[in-house]
C-alpha cells in the first residue's frame, strides 16, 4: 500500500500547531504498518534549512497561474521519506507558514498552498514524473483541499481522505482564482468548489474528497451542526456515509514522563515522586512561590477565544484564591497577551505567564503542573489534554469534541469504575470553569483520591496504533474496485 500523504506543516521542521505533530506521528504510525508513504511540503526556508542531503526528484515547469517549482527529496528524522517543493517565489521568506512576521497572513496564500495542490495531483495521477505513484493521497484541511478537486478532473487519479483538523479556517479567495489556478469553469458552482461566491480550499476538500475524516468521533458529529459547521455542514451531512471520526494519538517517545529530556527529574506510573521536583522547577523557572502544599494549575495553549482563553482570565484571581498558583504558556490574540501578562504582575509569585512558545518550557509545565487548563469553546481533537493524561496531571476540559472523547469526568461513579481522569465543565461560561477548578481542587486535597486519579490518567493508551489501524483500514476500502 503506497499513500502520499500531504501536509503544510510538519514538526519539529515547521509547526504552527496540532497539525505538525499529526504530521509527524501519524506516518511514522503506517510505516511501523508496513504502509509505504511519502511526505508531501512545501519548502519553507525553515525547512530547507534544516534539511542537508536534498536532492532533486523532479522538475516542475510553470504551471496555470504557478511559477516553475522543483520536487527535493529526503528523509526525515522519524525515517518518513519527504518530497519539499522548492518554489522561492512562493515560499522563500521571512515569517511563519500562513502569516508574515506581523501576524497577516501573505497575500498570495492561495496560491502558495493552490500549488502544493497541485503538485500533489499530479503526483497523484497518470501524469506523474515519477516512478513511486500512490494507491491513495491523505489530504489535510484547507491548505491541500485543492488536490481532490484537481484529481477529479485528471485521467488515473488515486482516490482521496481529506481529513479536517479544524474547519474554521476555510481558506477562502476570490472566485477570479478558480481558472487562475489551473481549475476548470464548471468546478465553481455549489457542487464544487463555489462558496457564497468565493473559491474555498476547504469545500473543495469536502466536496470532491472520496472519504473524508476528522480527528475525533464528537467533532466529526459536531461540524454537520449549524453551531459548529461553520457554513459547510449541509455539504458534510450530505456526505455522512462517507465521513469517519478518528481520535488522534500522540508521540509516546516525545511525551513520556519516564524519559523526557526536559524534566528535572523522570518518573512513570509506578512512583510519581519526580513530579514534585519538575513542580519545584517549574515554580523556580517561573518565579512562582515554591509551595507543595497547593496546587498549580498549568496551560498551554494558542491564546485565542476559541481555546477560552477569555474565560481563564476573567477567573485568574478567584483561581489563584482557592488557593492555587497559575501558569500561562502561549501566543496569539495580542490582547489575550497583554491581559496574561498583567496578571503575572499583579499577582507576582501566584501567576505567571509566557508569551510565546517554548517547547522545552511545554514540557515541563505538563510534568510540573498538577491540573491542566483547556476550556476550548470547541477543539475538533486536542493534543494537549492527552499529554497532561500521559503526565499524571488531570485536565479541566470543556465538553466539546475531542475533549469528551478522551476525559472522563471524575465523579464517585467513575472512580469506582476507574476510568475517572479529570474534570468536565458543560457551559462555556466563567462560573462553570471555575465550579471545575474548585472540584478539582478538592479532589486534590485528597491525597489517595488523587493519587488513584493520576494512575487512572497514566495508564491510558494514546499511541497512534489504533488510529494508524483505522486509517489503513481505510485506504484498503478506497483501493477496493
Known amino acids: 500500500m503506497q499513500v502520499l500523504f500531504v501536509t503544510s506543516e510538519v514538526a519539529p521542521l515547521i509547526k504552527t500547531g496540532g497539525l505538525a505533530d499529526v504530521s509527524a506521528a501519524l506516518p511514522t504510525a503506517l510505516r511501523d504498518m508496513n504502509i509505504d508513504v511519502r511526505m508531501l511540503l512545501p519548502g519553507y526556508p525553515q525547512v530547507l534549512q534544516a534539511l542537508v542531503n536534498l536532492q532533486v526528484a523532479a522538475d516542475f515547469p510553470a504551471l496555470p497561474g504557478f511559477p516553475p517549482a522543483r520536487l527535493l527529496v529526503d528523509v526525515l528524522p522519524n525515517g518518513v521519506p519527504l518530497w519539499v517543493i522548492e518554489c522561492p517565489q512562493l515560499y522563500q521568506r521571512g515569517g511563519g507558514a500562513y502569516q508574515d512576521a506581523t501576524g497577516i497572513d501573505w497575500p498570495d496564500n492561495a496560491h502558495r498552498f493552490g500549488l502544493l495542490s497541485k503538485i500533489a495531483a499530479i503526483l497523484s495521477c497518470a501524469e506523474t514524473p515519477l516512478d ?23 485521467a488515473g487519479a488515486a482516490p ?40 474555498s480550499f476547504m469545500k473543495a476538500g469536502l466536496y470532491y474528497a472520496d472519504h473524508i475524516t476528522t480527528v475525533s468521533p464528537s467533532y466529526a458529529r459536531e461540524i454537520q451542526t449549524a453551531e459548529l459547521g461553520f457554513g459547510l455542514q449541509g455539504l458534510l451531512v450530505h456526505k455522512r456515509k462517507v465521513l469517519t471520526g478518528i481520535l488522534n494519538g500522540i508521540d509516546t517517545k516525545e511525551w513520556d514522563p519516564a524519559a523526557d529530556p526536559n ?15 519538575n513542580k519545584r522547577e517549574l515554580q523556580n523557572r517561573m518565579g512562582l ?48 497577551e497583554r491581559a496574561a501578562l498583567e496578571l503575572a504582575h499583579q499577582y507576582p509569585g501566584q501567576i505567571a505567564a509566557f508569551a510565546g512558545f517554548d517547547e522545552s518550557l511545554a514540557h515541563l509545565i505538563e510534568a510540573g503542573a498538577d491540573i491542566f487548563l483547556m476550556p476550548s469553546r470547541f477543539e475538533p481533537c486536542g493534543l494537549n489534554q492527552l499529554y497532561s493524561q500521559r503526565y499524571g496531571t488531570p485536565p479541566i476540559v470543556h465538553a466539546t469534541g475531542g475533549l469528551i472523547d478522551t476525559v472522563v469526568d471524575c465523579n464517585a461513579v467513575s ?52 488510529s494508524a489501524a483505522a486509517y489503513h483500514d481505510i485506504y484498503a476500502q478506497l483501493m477496493r474496485p
Not at 474548585?438 to 493519587?451: G, H, L, Q, S
Open 132 to 154: 513511486w505513484k500512490p494507491d491513495v493521497v491523505h489530504c489535510n484541511d484547507w491548505q491541500t483541499g485543492l488536490t481532490p478537486a484537481y484529481l477529479h478532473f485528471v
Open 160 to 199: 482521496c481522505v481529506m481529513t479536517v483538523h479544524n474547519i474554521a479556517f476555510q481558506g477562502i479567495f476570490p472566485s477570479q482564482l478558480t481558472t487562475n489556478m489551473g481549475l476548470p469553469e464548471e468546478s465553481f458552482q455549489p457542487d464544487g468548489v463555489e462558496f457564497f461566491g468565493d473559491l
Open 263 to 277: 524534566l528535572v527529574q523522570p518518573y512513570d506510573i509506578k512512583n510519581l515522586q519526580g513530579k514534585s521536583a
Open 289 to 336: 512561590h515554591i509551595n507543595d502544599k497547593i496546587p498549580l494549575f498549568g496551560l498551554v495553549s494558542r491564546f485565542t477565544r476559541q481555546k477560552g482563553l477569555d474565560l481563564l482570565l476573567e477567573v485568574a484571581s478567584q483561581l489563584i484564591a482557592l488557593p492555587a498558583q497559575l501558569v500561562l504558556l502561549g501566543s496569539g490574540d495580542k490582547e489575550m
Open 415 to 466: 472512580l469506582l469504575r476507574g476510568d475517572a481522569s479529570g474534570f468536565i465543565f458543560n457551559s462555556m461560561d466563567a462560573p462553570s470553569l471555575l465550579a471545575a477548578a474548585r472540584r478539582a481542587v478538592a479532589t486534590y486535597d485528597d491525597k489517595k483520591t488523587w493519587r488513584l486519579l493520576q494512575q487512572n490518567c497514566m495508564s491510558k493508551d494514546f499511541s497512534w496504533r489504533q
